[in-house]
């Protein structure tokens, strides 16, 4: 046995065997707001976002490498993207995120992500002054992944992930690894239909698989005095570690021809649907349609469903589901794969504004 063959039976029996645990212990409500590094759970990318988690099983290319790195697989040129979000506007935080792939060939595919969360700047205070007048710190998340997926069949694609995240004010700081892998397998349902190919997919994606964390620097620090000496020293505050948002994706879709005629094949209508099983929080439903036209404009709508989510008094987020956006894909030649994208999407809350993404990507032969 080969040694891709030992990698996809290893990743396999790994995801499925999440799969069993967290069907036991996942989608917990007396675990809401107990995981740290949140920004973990947030996709920074303008294209996939449109379409919440329901592109699990479908998506492809640079922006795998946050749903499902096991898509990241069908990557055959180099790809650049760019993205920035304005999160939840009103509370004037941003997301920039930035990332490149590159093929290998038949040797697979590598990734690099970086996402940054500027979350403004924010007061100093303390007890003797409330009210501030200190100065101000401007609080930084960031998140730094590097991805390698691989093609083992023409139908089964998978991947592994290492994020490391990390949050810092001027006197206090965390730091930690998390670990991301997916499988991706498509399947063609009419073999005789020479237009319409892998109509058909099916996705596993594990996300934010690591080590507690916890904080340290002079911000977890106090003076006092010591009683045996009469000298003041500085005691460290024992300071509770915290689990991450570790979380599992189940999904499907399928492709639905739209064209009247056998003999082209410009109209496309994506369905899927995919299954969140949370660790930290509840599990949720996702659905999503994604129409597109000879693959040069999308547009994407999807509606995240979980339990309260209707219900204001007992939604646990300040996002009540619905999801949306387009892209447009402009080739730069016509001889070759090289092209400009432009990607949006909205996400709608209450309270705050929505969240708007905007992002642009390159792909080049």
């Known amino acids: 046995m080969n040694v891709a063959n030992n990698m996809r039976i290893s990743l396999t029996a790994a995801l499925i065997s999440a799969v069993g645990l967290f069907s036991a212990q996942a989608g917990n409500p007396d675990r809401i707001g107990q995981a740290g590094a949140t920004q973990l759970l947030i996709n920074p990318f303008a294209k996939t976002s449109g379409m919440g988690w329901a592109g699990v099983s479908s998506v492809r290319g640079l922006e795998s490498t946050f749903l499902n790195v096991g898509g ?21 935080i941003q997301i920039n995120a930035f990332g490149f792939s590159q093929s290998l060939g038949g040797e697979g595919v590598l990734a690099m992500t970086v996402m940054t969360t500027n979350l403004g700047e924010i007061d100093v205070t303390t007890v003797e002054q409330p009210e501030g007048g200190l100065g101000t710190i401007n609080p930084k998340l960031t998140n730094i992944g590097i991805a390698y997926a691989k093609r083992f069949t023409q139908s089964i694609s998978g991947g592994v992930l290492v994020r490391i995240h ?36 099916f996705g596993i994606s594990l996300k934010n698989v690591g080590p507690d964390a916890s904080y340290s620097g002079d911000g977890v620090t106090f003076k006092a005095q010591n009683p045996n000496n009469d000298v003041q020293q500085s005691y460290l505050w024992r300071t509770a570690s915290f689990g991450l948002p570790t979380l599992i994706n ?47 404009f999308m547009l994407r709508a999807a509606f995240a469903y979980e339990d309260g989510i209707l219900d204001a008094n007992k939604r646990t987020t300040a996002y009540n589901g619905l999801t949306g956006g387009f892209s447009l894909e402009l080739p730069m030649s016509k001889s070759s794969d090289n092209a400009f994208g432009i990607d949006y999407s909205y996400r709608h809350s209450n309270p705050f504004s929505g969240t708007h993404a905007v992002g642009v990507r390159i792909l080049i032969d």
């Open 250 to 296: 189940i999904g499907a879709s399928y492709d639905f021809r739209m064209d009247k005629t056998t003999e082209t094949y410009y109209h496309r209508l994506t369905t899927a649907l995919n299954f969140t099983s949370n660790a930290y929080t509840r599990n949720q439903f996702t659905a999503g349609l994604e129409y597109g036209f000879k693959e040069l």
């Open 72 to 92: 990241l697989a069908y990557s055959k040129t180099t790809e650049l993207g760019f993205s920035n979000t304005n999160w939840l506007v009103g509370s004037d």
């Open 166 to 201: 990390s949050e810092a004010i001027p006197n206090a700081k965390t730091q930690g690894i998390a670990l991301d892998a997916g499988i991706q397998y498509t399947e063609t349902s009419d073999k005789s239909d020479k237009l319409k190919k892998d109509d058909i997919k």
